[in-house]
């Protein structure tokens, strides 16, 4: 029997459905990293190689970093972020917070595989708050054809309330959909504080409350949340100390999606 043309295309279209349809409904593991970096790696004189040989170390698949210059005098006018991705092989992308100087200071994210959509919200900015911030959120698609949604955020240090106003706000773009989501972090705020008890009570926490700030950490400021919360599953998870070269501890997790 011969196919018209018309109908090859169909079937094809079907079959195209169907295999992505399994793709997303399958389990899926993968290696998230979040890494505050300290003004684009004040500690390391801005060099981005002690960052990128600690990296290949865990060999994560998606990084959400913090405090990222792009062109700014401070970091010797670098865009951090796509020479640090460079070095690692990996797909590099930017989020503006704020201008800095002649240039820009926000957020980014690392991905092994190429991004399918890209977009940075800021966030609110209540009184009180001390610095505009922002969430640079991500859509990467995976050889399998499962999509992953991830992002990057740094909230405010100010005040307990105006990082629930900014959680919010992360929540409502964010939690949308089944497509699995990876949040990552420097949240600014302590696992006790209603930013992170209530305001992130709809997505599974990836990381325990061990401390990840300073270097020496004491304190329990940066996270990794999954969602839908039902399907996410850690397989393995760390706090990455004494790494002299940032004054926040870069978070380390293998998750499946199932």
């Given amino acids: 029997m011969k196919y018209k ?30 890494f505050n970096v300290r003004m684009s790696g004040e500690l390391t ?26 062109k700014v005098a401070r970091s010797n006018n670098k865009d951090f972020a796509a020479e640090l991705g460079a070095a690692l092989g990996m797909f590099p992308v930017f989020g503006k917070a704020i201008n800095s100087g002649s240039g820009e200071y926000g ?18 900015k209540p009184e009180g708050t ?40 992360l929540n409502a773009y964010l939690l949308k959909g089944d497509m699995p989501t990876v949040l990552g972090g420097d949240f600014n705020a302590k696992p006790a504080e209603n930013a992170i008890a209530t305001g992130m009570q709809q997505w599974k926490r990836i990381c325990t409350d061990d401390p990840t700030f300073p270097n020496n950490p004491t304190s329990k ?15 393995s998870y760390e706090v990455i100390r004494l790494t002299n070269i940032s ?12």
């Fill in 5 to 34: 043309p018309i109908r090859l295309l169909f079937l094809l279209a079907i079959w195209l459905l169907a295999g992505q349809s399994w793709a997303q409904s399958s389990p899926f593991r993968l290696k998230v990293m979040s």
């Fill in 221 to 235: 400021i940066d996270y990794l949340f999954g969602y839908p919360k039902a399907s996410c599953k850690v397989i």
């Fill in 107 to 124: 957020v980014a994210v690392l991905s092994k595989y190429p991004f399918t959509a890209v977009r940075t919200e800021t966030l609110p």
């Fill in 247 to 258: 004054d926040h501890c870069p978070i380390v997790a293998e998750i499946e999606f199932q």
């Fill in 130 to 169: 001390k610095e505009q911030r922002a969430v640079l959120i991500t859509e990467i698609r995976y050889p399998s054809g499962q999509l992953l949604r991830f992002a990057s955020t740094h909230l405010d240090h100010s005040t307990d309330a105006v990082r629930s106003a900014m959680v919010n706000a």
């Fill in 45 to 70: 004189l801005y060099s981005v190689e002690p960052f990128a040989n600690l990296i290949r170390q865990y060999n994560p698949d998606v990084i959400a970093l913090q405090e990222i210059d792009y």
